[in-house]
């Protein structure tokens, strides 16, 4: 035991320089580092606004009440910032999340705060523009420092240079070896503590011994281990749920990891079913309440587009029509949720209108564009008519975009990922889309480009987001890159 675990532990310090840390000092840290920053964006705007603005003497401006105030709105923002940094180490919740709870976090201290103002009678004693200032600065101002050092500390823990959680294992001389030989538990922030092979703790009659678990447990709490990692057999329920019984004296996390070498799959968490308890590897990228937010959302951007943007319509229409023989509209068959099928609306752009399986991708300077064509491809104003499939319910206004079923099929040949895209809504634009992936996609790095970030929007869907994205459909021109 002894020497497989120095000698992963050696592998561990030739790597890199870590630190050893503890997630309640982290969380800590994070607290008084936001507190106090919190504290100065409040107090800051209140000195500013009676010195240069109001021109109040030095002497005259009230130190005491706004510096009282402002340390009431740092310590109960540095309270829930401790709370958020905790989630954001236990890996509980994605980074855009914590950042969305910074702002809650921040109206939540200023409300608070601005409350017991008011129910000590000292609330008309604090400028309201000045306080109103300050909550507006202060949301860029901290979500921007919450940015830089969650960024700070991931690349840290993801380099292997912060360890700040120490687990200890248990399981037979060869499952334990290989899970940490691929566990890589050092680039995830934990420690290892210590090992105990169950061939170590058989009696006489060849069963492992209970008590061995027990006493190896016991000295590794005390040593501050957080973790007990089972490496085995997960299907021996009966066994697992003697080794957990023996525990459950301690307060620490007990953990299950199966022996295999698979890296790749994933559980993501465990789901009541029935009378059992089942391992989820898979779970939809939306709950109803969010599939229902994002439609009315939908509903209500498509119905105000169309509207808004009815004579735009007519004039391009009436340029189609005087450009070249043919319909104004054209509708394609799409592959869309669920791998469904769709027809897309679409503004004629070219002098041909081909759909199915038998097509050609346009390409730079193809000949089949028409004059009007090519301005409303460039523009994105050809794509406008998919506010009919947004409506209807095919669409949506944000999501991975949709391609021809023959390109769909030779794209999802060469990444396996790819089909992946289905398990949401096609948008009329995209995370992809307004980081420059548009248009061609001839090499293998743009393919595998546009599906990692379209599964990254999956993944970390969020209403914010959506309405990012669609601030930089419009102003980023990374949007109009590539567009053909």
């Not at 507190?35 to 606004?49: F, I, N, T």
């Not at 079913?273 to 509903?299: Q, T, Y």
């Amino acid at each position: 035991m002894a020497q497989t675990e120095a000698s992963y532990q050696g592998v561990e310090r030739r790597k890199v320089r870590r630190v050893v840390a503890n997630q309640a000092v982290l969380c800590t840290a994070f607290g008084l580092g936001e507190g106090a920053l919190a504290a100065v964006v409040m107090l800051l705007p209140a000195l500013l606004y009676h010195g240069l603005v109001l021109n109040v003497a030095a002497g005259d401006i009230p130190f005491g009440l706004y510096g009282i105030y402002s340390a009431v709105v740092g310590v109960l923002y540095g309270a829930f910032s401790a709370v958020s940094a905790n989630q954001f180490l236990d890996r509980a919740q994605p980074p855009h999340t914590t950042l969305v709870q910074s702002v809650l976090s921040w109206t939540g201290a200023f409300a608070i705060a601005l409350f017991g103002a008011f129910f000590i009678g000292v609330a008309d004693d604090l400028s309201r523009v000045s306080l109103i200032a300050a909550f507006v600065l202060g949301v860029p101002a901290l979500l921007l420092a919450r940015t830089i050092a969650y960024a700070a500390v991931t690349t840290r823990i993801k380099a292997g240079r912060l360890q700040f959680q120490k687990v200890a294992v248990v399981g037979t001389r060869s499952d334990t070896v290989r899970f940490l030989v691929n566990g890589n538990l050092w680039k995830t922030g934990y420690r290892l503590a210590g090992t105990l092979y169950l061939e170590d703790t058989v009696d006489a009659q060849g069963a492992f011994q209970l008590s061995a678990v027990v006493d190896f447990a016991q000295h590794w709490v005390s040593h501050g281990a957080e973790f007990i990692v089972f490496v085995g057999e997960i299907g021996d329920i009966d066994g697992l749920e003697r080794l957990t019984n023996e525990l459950k004296r301690f307060a620490i996390n007990v953990v299950s990891v199966p022996a295999t070498d698979n890296v790749s799959f994933k559980f993501l968490d465990v789901v009541p079913l029935g009378p059992n308890n089942a391992l989820r590897s898979l779970r939809k990228p939306m709950s109803d309440g969010a599939v229902l937010m994002k439609r009315l959302f939908d509903i209500a951007g498509a119905g105000f587009g169309l509207t808004l943007l009815s004579p735009l319509f007519a004039v391009v229409a009436l340029l189609i029509k005087l450009d070249s023989p043919g319909p104004v509209f054209f509708r394609q068959e799409r592959r869309g949720f669920n791998g469904r099928t769709f027809h897309i609306w679409k503004f004629r752009s070219m002098t041909v209108t081909e759909s199915g399986r038998k097509m050609t991708q346009a390409k730079v300077g193809d000949k089949r564009i028409t004059k009007i064509g090519a301005f409303i491809r460039r523009t994105s104003i050809d794509e406008l008519p998919q506010l009919i499939n947004v409506l209807s319910g095919e669409m949506s206004l944000v999501g991975p975009r949709p391609h021809a079923l023959v390109h769909d099929d030779e794209l999802g040949e060469q990444v396996a990922s790819y089909a992946h895209r289905q398990r949401i809504k096609p948008g009329i634009s995209g995370w992809a889309q307004v980081n420059g992936y548009r248009g061609e996609t001839t090499t293998f790095e743009q393919i595998e480009g546009r599906t990692r970030h379209d599964l990254y929007y999956i993944d970390n869907w969020s209403i914010f987001l959506d309405c990012w994205i669609i601030v930089l459909t419009v102003f980023s021109s990374k949007t109009r890159r590539n567009a053909v």
